[in-house]
């Protein structure tokens, strides 16, 4: 059984950080890929950021410049650092793994989840 399990989720007021980690149990991190999705209440899940293969990365039109996927395989762990936030940045934020698709910003194309971490950015 795969679990991601996320945490560093918090209020902050805009223009703070945050880092979000998410740490991988009988996975392997570095088999596939790894994404960060979030979603506010009434709103679909949308991607943020997808990493794989030696530190690629893509992200959303939305988050570029202010965040930052990593990942450390030795630690089987998934971070975003956000940097810059925003209220519309509000959402529950989730880690997602999978091997369909490629650098997939799809919820579609991931087969394992977290339970989410609650990020608030207050104006």
């Known amino acids: 059984q795969v679990q991601l399990v996320e945490s560093g989720g918090g209020s902050v007021q805009a223009g703070g950080s945050l880092r979000l980690s998410c740490t991988a149990s009988?996975?392997?991190?570095?088999?596939?890929?790894m994404a960060w999705f979030r979603q506010a209440p009434g709103k679909e899940r949308e991607g943020v950021a997808v990493t794989a293969h030696a530190g690629r990365s893509i992200y959303a039109d939305s988050v570029k410049g202010r965040f930052t996927i990593s990942q450390d395989n030795g630690k089987n762990t998934l971070y975003l650092q956000m940097n810059s936030l925003k209220p519309e940045d509000t959402a529950m934020y989730y880690c997602?793994?999978?091997?369909?698709?490629?650098?997939?910003?799809?919820?579609?194309?991931?087969?394992?989840w977290g339970q989410g971490t609650q990020v608030t950015v207050s104006s």
């Open positions: 009988t996975y392997t991190l570095s088999s596939t890929f």
């Open positions: 997602a793994a999978g091997s369909r698709g490629w650098f997939s910003l799809y919820p579609s194309a991931y087969d394992y």
